[in-house]
């Protein structure tokens, strides 16, 4: 039973622009969200998070959005670039971090 | 260097066949996690270490798995007669205070191990 999703598999972005990852949780009593970046054959590295008292939370280029009466949470990423491009998993901190499926980015040139 | 570290990085067993993951946590870490990640899924929550303490493990899925962290620093997970099911990467993460609070985890690099 998936309480964090994350319904778009993959994404491709023009460098420069905006890149948009969304990500719906079902369990109202998560307290703080996660984003995380994953290259290939490496391990998860930490984002930006918010906490669940928050709506906005803004570092660098990076700003996580929460809507927790619709229990939605987005990252936006501005300016976009290649080095970006990676799977990106939105989480949900409880006991544990509950982790959405991912979703790849791609940013082209 | 000052990561997370797992080893192996890669192991291929038999199905049938006893294996045994190590992760060294950041030093003066508090906290320990195990993750298994499928193919095309998000790493999913396999138990928890505060210290030597093991405060959950609702996420192992069989008996066959078993972690341990004698000494509250290095942690084993060690999956007995392995089946294909068990083929994934293993992720170990770890924290320098409890689960709570949206305190962040390092994740190591992973072991992908594949069951044939």
């Known amino acids: 039973d998936q309480q964090v999703k994350q319904n778009s598999p993959s994404l491709s972005v023009q460098e420069g622009r905006i890149s948009i990852l969304n990500c719906d949780y079902t369990?109202?009593?998560?307290?703080?969200f996660l984003w995380y970046k994953k290259y290939p054959a490496e391990g998860p590295t930490f984002l930006i998070s918010i906490s669940s008292i928050k709506d906005k939370n803004e570092d660098g280029r990076f700003t996580v959005f929460l809507n927790k009466s619709a229990k939605h949470l987005s990252l936006h990423i501005v300016p976009s670039q290649p080095g970006d491009s990676a799977v990106y998993f939105c989480?949900?901190?409880?006991?544990?971090?509950?982790f959405g499926k991912g979703t790849s980015l791609l940013v082209t040139p | 260097g000052a990561g997370v570290s797992q080893s192996p990085r890669y192991k291929v067993a038999k199905r049938g066949q006893d294996v045994a993951l190590r992760c060294d946590p950041i030093?003066?870490?508090?906290?320990l996690f195990w993750y298994q990640q499928a193919l095309g899924q998000g790493p999913e929550f396999l138990t928890y270490f505060q210290n030597e303490a093991q405060l959950d493990k609702s996420g192992l899925p069989s008996d066959r798995f078993f972690a341990e962290r004698p000494e509250g620093s290095v942690s084993t997970l060690k999956i007995q007669r392995t089946q294909q099911e068990d083929s994934a990467v293993y992720l170990c993460?770890?924290?320098?205070?409890?689960?709570?609070?949206?305190?962040?985890?390092?994740f190591g690099p992973g072991t992908r191990l594949t069951v044939l």
């Open positions: 989480a949900a901190s409880g006991d544990a971090l509950n």
């Open positions: 369990n109202s009593m998560f307290d703080y």
């Open positions: 030093s003066g870490h508090v906290s």
């Open positions: 993460a770890s924290s320098s205070t409890g689960t709570s609070g949206g305190n962040e985890q390092f």
